[in-house]
């Protein structure tokens, strides 16, 4: 059996990639969410750049990410499930401005921010986007 060459197995790979990027495909969420995922992030910013402190504008965004995580449960799971995000990702960012004071510690702990909370992300399948707002706010 012989191989197709690599420029064909290259083009193969490259449009079915393509067509994973460009399909549509229909969420479960309700339209609200996504509206309210951006005020959650957006009025902080907004607010920031007002006060004339964009710096803490955008620390202030990164707490309104907790609102992406909110499952379609109970009251009382999502408020756990609310509590955790935003413990994890003050943590991530709390450990990721610790990392800054020694520069030869940002990419280990970075490395390990990313590892720990995407093992994490899994263990308890959380929705996505998973760990990538984790990592973002270390």
């Known amino acids: ?10 083009r193969a ?9 460009t399909t549509l495909q229909a969420s479960d969420r309700a339209w609200q ?3 309210a995922a951006a005020l959650c992030t957006g009025l902080p910013l907004l607010f920031g750049a007002w006060l004339g402190r964009m710096d803490v504008g955008l620390v202030a965004s990164l707490g309104g990410l907790v609102f992406v995580y909110l499952p ?3 009251m009382s799971h999502r408020m756990v499930v609310m509590m955790a995000a935003a ?3 003050s ?3 709390a450990l990721g401005v ?14 390990f921010i990313s590892i720990l909370v995407t093992m994490i992300c899994r263990f308890y399948r959380v929705i996505p986007p998973g760990s990538l707002f984790f990592v973002m706010a270390a």
């Open 13 to 21: 790979l490259l449009q079915d990639e393509l067509r994973g990027l």
């Open 72 to 74: 379609n449960t109970p």
């Open 91 to 93: 943590a991530c960012y």
């Open 33 to 35: 969410m996504p509206f």
């Open 98 to 111: 610790l990392s800054h004071f020694l520069t030869a510690a940002t990419m280990p702990m970075l490395i």
């Open 87 to 89: 413990f994890g990702l």
């Open 1 to 10: 059996m012989t191989r197709p060459p690599p420029r064909t197995r290259v």
